[in-house]
C-alpha cells in the first residue's frame, strides 16, 4: 500500500520526478568525475610520458655536447639488467615542397627491431624491412599528406648540407610510440637515421634499460651510472611519478571543483524541487492521517517516494557519468584514448550522489511533520521563528568557520571547501527573509501596484523561493564567470608574456650565447639548464618542479621580488635556490630553509636564499645558478633561452636555418608547453560551459518555481482585478515582485560569491596549488545583473497580462 | 452555557469545558471559551452559527485533528488527550469518518481509489475493498465515473464520493464540515437528503458543522454556537 501510494504520487508529478532524477542523474555523474577524473588524467599523462620508453626502466641518454655514441654491450653484463634497446633520436627538418622545412623527430631502433620498446598498431602497410623504410602516425601522414610507399624528405645535420630520404612502409595508429607525437615522430632503422647526421656509422644517444624482475631498479641504475662507460651520460630511471602526479593533479583541480559545484548545485536544486511541492505534500500528508494512515505510514510513503526518485535518478546517472565522463576527458585532453571506467568508483559515486539526494529530498518533510492535519489541511504557515533562528545560526557558524579559516594556521584547505558550502547557504537562507521584509515595508506604501506586490512578497512562499533559488543560481555563477574571467586573463598575459620566447634545447653547454644574439630579431639569449626535478623538504613531500639554470632567468620573465631583488641575486650567487611564493604559502618553506633536489637520481641540498613570484608553471619552479648546478650536480646547461623581438615562430625558423647542421630542437616556447596550454585553455572553456549552463539551470528552476506558484496564485489575481486594480497595474505589480525577488538575490548573492571565490581559492590547496586572493567584480556583477534583469523581466517576457482574467478555477 | 444532549442511549462523544486559544501577533483569540456537548449513538447533530463562531473549530477538535487549550474530548470511549497517533489513526481508519467543504479527494487517485484508501490503509484485501465499496456506491447511486479522477467530476459528485468514502468503513461517527458549502441549492438538497439516507438507514451517527438552518433542519439536534459559547 505505501509503495502503491509512493508510486501514485510520483507519477501525479511528472515534471517534478523527471526534474528530481535529471538533478540526482548529473549529481552521481559530477560525484564519479570528481572522484574519477584524476587518476584518468594521470592514466593519460603517464601513457604520454611513457610513449616513447614502453615497459622499459631506465634510460641512458647522451648529455648534450657530450659524446653521443653509446656502447652498449658493457650493458648486457650489469647484474639485473634483462633487456637493453639501443636507439638513436634526432631532431630534423622534413621539406615540405616551396614550404619551409618542419621538424621532425627522426628515432631510430636496431635495424629490422622498431618493436623493440613497444608493439606498433599499424593502421596500413608494413613495419620497416630495409634500413631506409619508416612508419609514421595517422596523424603525421595527415598533416603532411604522406602515403604509404611515398618519400620523406630530410636536411642532414651536417655542414656540408644535403638531404636523406626515407621511403614510407607503413602507417601506425597514433598510439604507443606516437601517442606523444609532437614533433611528429618517423620511426626507422638506426642506421639510416644516423646518416642524417655522420655518414658511414651507426650511433645510438637513447639506450633503454629493462630490470630483471624482482630486481631494484634503483640500485641498477645507480651501478651503470658508476661504470666508467656512462659517466659523461644522464643515466635515469624512465618513469618520474613525481611528474606525473604533479602534471595530473594540476590539470584535475580545477574540473574537480567545477564538477562540485556542479554536483553542489544539483544537491540545492533536488531540495528546492521537493520544497517546491511542499504545499502539496502538507495537503496530501493531511488528506491521507483523516482517513487513517499513521505518521509511520506517511513518512514510509515519502521515503519510498524519495527513496524511488534517488534510486532511478542514481541508475541513469551511472550511465551519464561515463557518458560526460568519457566527454570531459575529450574536451581536457583533446584525446579519444580509450579509459577504464572503475565500477566501483560508479557504485560508490552512485551510492553517494543518491544518498545525499535523498538527504536533501527529505529536507521539506519536516514542514509537513512539524505541523498538525488541520495546519496541513488549510496550508498554515509555519509557526514561531525556527526559520530565523536557524538563519541566524547558519550565520553564526558560518562567521566563525570563515575566522577560523583566515586566522589559524592551516585553516586553509578542508575547511575551505565547507565554507564555500555555508558561505552559499547563507545567501540562500538570507535573501528570502529580506524579500519579506521588503514585502513588509512596501505595504505601507499607497501604490496600489507596490502593496499588492508588497502582500505576495511578505506572504507568498514563491517571491521569497525564487529569491531562495536564484540566491544560490547567482552565486555559483558570479563565482563560475569570475573564476572563468581570471584564469582566462592570467593564462592569457601568461601566455602573452612567453610569446616571445623561443627554447633551442639538446646545445651544447659551451655554447656562445653570442651566436644567438648576433641574428636579426633576437633580443636576448640565456645558456642555462631547463628541465624538471624532484624538490623536497622536511615540510614538503618530492613534487616535480621546473628548474630554471641560471641566475639570467630573472630576466627573461617579469619576476615580482618577495625577497629583494639585490638579495637574490647575491643568493643566486652564492649557490642558493629561489622559490616560488607558492611554496613558502603552501608548504611553509622560507629564507634560510634547506630543500633538497633530486635531478637523475642526484641528489644534494641547497639553502632557499629568496621567494619570487611568478603564474609561470603554477608556481612550481626552482631558480638556481648554472654554476651551482655543475658545483652540486655535474649538470651542464643544454638549453638556449630566446627572446625574440617580434614573432617567435618567425625567430625559430631563422633559427633553425642559421643552424641546420646542428642536431638543435628550436621550437616556439608555447608550442613546447602545447600540450599543456591547449589542455588548461580547455579546461578554462570547460568552466565557461559550466558557468552558462549552470546559470541557465538556476533560472529555469526559478522559472519553474514561478509558474508553480502562480498556478496557486490565479485566485489572488482574479481578486485582485475585481477590487479594481488594472491588468497594467497587476503585470506591474508582478514585474515589481519579480525585481524584488533578483535584487534581494543579488544583495546576498554579490558578498556570497567574493567570499566564495576566497574560499575557493583556499580550498584549491588541498591540490597543491597556491594563489592569491583574486576577484573579478566586473565579471561577477555583470553576470549577476543579467540574471536578474531576465528575471525581473519574466512577467513581460511571458506575456503574463495575456492570461489575467476574472474567471475563477 | 449548560450542558446539551440527551441522558439517554449510548454516548459516543462528550466534550467536557473544551477552550480554544491562538496567538494572533501579541495577541490571544479565545475562539471557543468553554463548550460542553454530547453525542449519542444514532444521533445526528448539527452545529450551526455564523462565520468566526468557532464551530469548525469544534468540530476539529471533537474529530481529534486539533486538541483543546483546555478541557477533554472522550470520542468512543476514549480520552483523545492520551491516544496516540496510532490509536487515532487506526479509530480514522474503522470508526470515524470526516467530510470536509470541498478539496476531500487525493487529486492523484481515481474516485473508486479514494473510496477505498481507509480499507486499503487497513490493509484490507482489494477484492474485499471492491467489493465494500461497490455496495456504498449502490447505496449512494453513485456507481458510474468512478474511474475518473476528481477533477473530472463535478463539485456534488465529488462531494458525494467523499461521504462514500466515509462511509465505506462502516464508521459510528461521521463529522461533516459544511459538506453541501461549495455546492448550488439542488446538489445541496440531493447530499442532505443522503446524509439523512445514511443516519436513518445505516443507524450512523452524524455531527454537522453548517451555518444553513435549512440543512440544519435535516438533524435530528441542533446546537447554536456564538462568540465561543453554545447558546442552546
Not at chain 1, 595517422?138 to 603532411?144: L, N, S
Not at chain 1, 539551470?697 to 498556478?711: H, M, Q, S
Not at chain 2, 462531494?159 to 461533516?176: M, N
Amino acid at each position: 500500500m505505501t509503495l502503491w501510494l509512493a508510486l501514485k504520487n510520483l507519477k501525479a508529478k511528472p515534471l517534478r520526478t523527471l526534474a528530481s532524477v535529471l538533478a540526482i542523474s548529473v549529481c552521481v555523474a559530477m560525484f564519479f568525475c570528481m572522484f574519477s577524473f584524476e587518476s584518468a588524467v594521470y592514466e593519460y599523462v603517464f601513457a604520454v610520458e611513457t610513449a616513447d620508453q614502453g615497459d622499459s626502466d631506465i634510460m641512458i641518454a647522451a648529455k648534450s655536447g657530450g659524446n653521443r655514441i653509446i656502447s652498449v654491450a658493457p650493458l648486457r653484463e650489469v647484474e639485473g639488467v634483462e633487456k637493453v634497446a639501443a636507439t638513436v633520436s634526432l631532431y630534423a627538418l622534413a621539406e615540405r615542397g616551396d614550404e619551409p622545412g618542419e621538424y621532425v623527430r627522426l628515432r631510430g631502433f636496431e635495424d629490422g627491431d622498431v618493436e623493440a620498446l613497444r608493439a606498433v598498431e599499424l593502421a596500413e602497410g608494413e613495419l620497416p624491412v630495409k634500413s631506409d623504410d619508416v612508419i609514421v602516425s595517422r596523424a603525421a601522414a595527415e598533416h603532411f599528406g604522406w602515403r604509404t610507399g611515398g618519400v620523406i624528405t630530410v636536411r642532414k645535420l651536417t655542414s656540408v648540407g644535403g638531404t636523406v630520404n626515407f621511403y614510407i612502409k607503413g602507417i601506425a595508429e597514433n598510439t604507443g610510440y606516437f601517442l606523444s607525437d609532437s614533433p611528429y615522430t618517423v620511426l626507422g632503422n638506426a642506421s639510416a637515421m644516423s646518416s642524417v647526421m655522420i655518414s658511414g656509422t651507426t650511433v645510438y644517444n637513447e639506450v633503454y634499460v629493462t630490470v630483471s624482475e624482482g630486481a631494484d631498479i634503483s640500485e641498477v641504475r645507480e651501478r651503470i651510472a658508476a661504470m666508467q662507460e656512462y659517466r659523461d651520460h644522464t643515466v635515469s630511471e624512465c618513469v618520474d611519478l613525481d611528474h606525473i602526479s604533479t602534471r595530473a593533479r594540476n590539470l584535475a583541480a580545477p574540473v574537480t571543483i567545477a564538477g562540485a559545484a556542479v554536483a553542489l548545485l544539483c544537491l540545492v536544486g533536488v531540495a528546492l524541487v521537493f520544497t517546491s511541492g511542499t504545499r502539496d505534500r502538507r495537503a496530501y500528508a493531511a488528506k491521507l492521517a483523516l482517513v487513517g494512515a499513521t505518521k509511520k505510514r506517511l513518512l514510509g510513503m515519502f521515503f519510498v517516494e524519495s527513496a524511488a526518485i534517488c534510486v532511478v535518478g542514481a541508475a541513469i546517472g551511472m550511465g551519464l557519468a561515463v557518458g560526460i565522463f568519457a566527454l570531459m576527458l575529450r574536451i581536457v585532453l583533446s584525446s579519444t584514448l580509450s579509459f577504464s571506467v572503475n565500477a566501483g568508483l560508479l557504485v560508490a559515486a552512485a551510492a553517494v550522489g543518491g544518498a545525499v539526494a535523498f538527504g536533501a529530498s527529505l529536507y521539506p518533510l519536516a514542514r509537513v511533520f512539524r505541523a498538525s492535519a488541520r495546519e496541513n489541511l488549510v496550508g498554515a504557515p509555519d509557526k514561531g521563528r525556527l526559520g530565523a533562528v536557524l538563519t541566524s545560526l547558519l550565520a553564526a557558524v558560518t562567521l566563525v568557520t570563515l575566522l577560523i579559516e583566515n586566522l589559524v594556521p592551516g585553516g586553509k584547505g578542508a575547511l575551505s571547501a565547507v565554507n564555500l558550502v555555508l558561505v552559499i547557504a547563507c545567501a540562500a537562507a538570507a535573501a528570502p527573509r529580506l524579500v519579506r521584509l521588503t514585502g513588509r515595508v512596501m505595504t505601507k506604501t499607497n501604490a496600489p501596484s507596490v502593496v499588492a506586490t508588497g502582500y505576495s512578497a511578505a506572504r507568498e512562499r514563491r517571491a521569497s523561493g525564487s529569491a531562495q533559488i536564484l540566491a544560490v543560481g547567482m552565486s555559483v555563477s558570479m563565482l563560475l564567470f569570475t573564476a572563468w574571467s581570471l584564469t582566462t586573463s592570467v593564462f592569457s598575459g601568461l601566455t602573452a608574456e612567453f610569446e616571445r620566447m623561443v627554447l633551442v634545447t639538446n646545445v651544447a653547454s659551451d655554447v656562445d650565447e653570442n651566436e644567438f644574439t648576433a641574428l636579426d630579431g633576437v633580443d636576448k639569449a640565456e645558456l642555462m639548464v631547463w628541465r624538471q626535478v624532484s624538490v623536497s623538504s622536511p615540510e614538503m613531500d618530492a613534487a616535480t618542479f621546473n628548474l630554471l639554470g641560471s641566475s639570467g632567468a630573472l630576466e627573461l620573465a617579469d619576476f615580482a621580488y618577495l625577497t629583494p631583488r639585490e638579495d637574490v641575486i647575491a643568493a643566486l650567487a652564492e649557490g642558493k635556490a629561489v622559490l616560488d611564493e607558492s611554496v613558502r604559502e603552501l608548504y611553509g618553506v622560507d629564507v634560510g630553509d634547506t630543500v633538497t633536489l633530486d635531478i637523475d637520481g642526484q641528489i644534494g641540498e641547497l639553502e632557499v636564499g629568496g621567494i619570487v613570484r611568478h603564474e609561470l608553471f603554477n608556481g612550481s619552479y626552482v631558480i638556481v645558478s648554472a654554476e651551482a648546478l655543475a658545483d652540486a650536480f655535474g649538470l651542464s646547461p643544454d638549453t638556449v633561452v630566446v627572446i625574440a623581438s617580434s614573432d617567435a615562430a618567425d625567430t625559430a625558423e631563422m633559427i633553425r636555418a642559421h643552424f641546420a647542421d646542428r642536431n638543435y630542437y628550436t621550437v616556439p616556447a608555447l608550442e613546447a608547453y602545447e600540450w599543456d596550454t591547449k589542455s588548461l585553455e580547455n579546461v578554462f572553456d570547460l568552466i565557461a560551459a559550466l558557468a552558462f549552463m549552470l546559470t541557465a539551470l538556476a533560472f529555469a528552476v526559478a522559472l519553474a518555481n514561478v509558474f508553480a506558484g502562480r498556478a496557486y496564485a490565479s485566485v489572488t489575481r482574479s481578486t485582485l482585478l475585481g477590487a479594481g486594480l488594472s491588468k497594467n497595474a497587476l503585470l506591474g505589480a508582478e514585474t515589481l515582485e519579480h525585481t524584488v525577488s533578483a535584487a534581494c538575490a543579488f544583495i546576498f548573492a554579490l558578498p556570497a560569491s567574493a567570499l566564495a571565490a576566497m574560499c575557493l581559492i583556499h580550498a584549491l590547496r588541498m591540490f597543491g596549488l597556491y594563489f592569491g586572493f583574486m576577484y573579478n567584480a566586473v565579471a561577477a556583477v555583470a553576470a549577476g545583473l543579467v540574471v536578474a534583469a531576465v528575471y525581473a523581466l519574466i512577467p513581460v517576457l511571458f506575456g503574463f497580462r495575456r492570461g489575467y482574467g476574472m474567471r475563477r478555477s | 452555557m449548560g450542558k446539551v444532549g440527551s441522558e439517554k442511549g449510548c454516548r459516543i462523544l462528550e466534550a467536557k469545558g473544551v477552550k480554544k486559544s491562538y496567538a494572533v501577533g501579541d495577541r490571544t483569540v479565545e475562539v471557543l471559551k468553554g463548550i460542553d456537548m454530547v453525542v449519542e449513538d444514532g444521533e445526528f447533530v448539527a452545529v450551526l452559527g455564523e462565520s468566526g463562531s468557532g464551530k469548525s473549530t469544534l468540530l476539529y477538535i471533537l474529530a481529534g485533528i486539533d486538541r483543546p487549550t483546555e478541557g477533554s474530548v472522550t470520542l468512543l470511549g476514549r480520552d483523545l488527550a492520551s491516544v496516540t497517533d496510532e490509536v487515532m489513526a487506526a479509530m480514522r481508519r474503522r470508526e470515524i469518518s470526516f467530510v470536509y467543504q470541498f478539496d476531500n479527494l487525493v487529486p492523484h487517485l481515481t474516485a473508486r481509489e479514494n473510496i477505498i484508501l481507509p480499507l486499503r490503509l487497513d490493509g484490507r484485501k482489494e477484492k474485499e475493498c471492491a467489493e465494500v465499496a461497490a455496495e456504498v456506491c449502490r447505496f449512494l447511486g453513485i456507481e458510474e465515473r468512478l474511474d475518473n479522477l476528481p477533477r473530472q467530476l463535478s463539485g456534488g459528485e465529488q462531494q458525494r464520493v467523499a461521504l462514500a468514502r466515509a462511509l465505506v468503513t462502516s464508521p459510528k461517527l461521521i463529522f461533516l464540515d459544511e459538506p453541501t458549502g461549495s455546492l448550488d441549492k439542488e446538489r445541496g438538497r440531493q447530499v442532505m437528503e443522503l446524509l439523512d439516507r445514511i443516519n436513518r438507514e445505516k443507524g450512523v451517527a452524524l455531527v454537522m458543522v453548517t451555518h444553513s438552518a435549512a440543512h440544519a433542519d435535516y438533524a435530528s439536534r441542533k446546537i447554536e454556537i456564538e462568540d465561543g459559547l453554545i447558546q442552546k
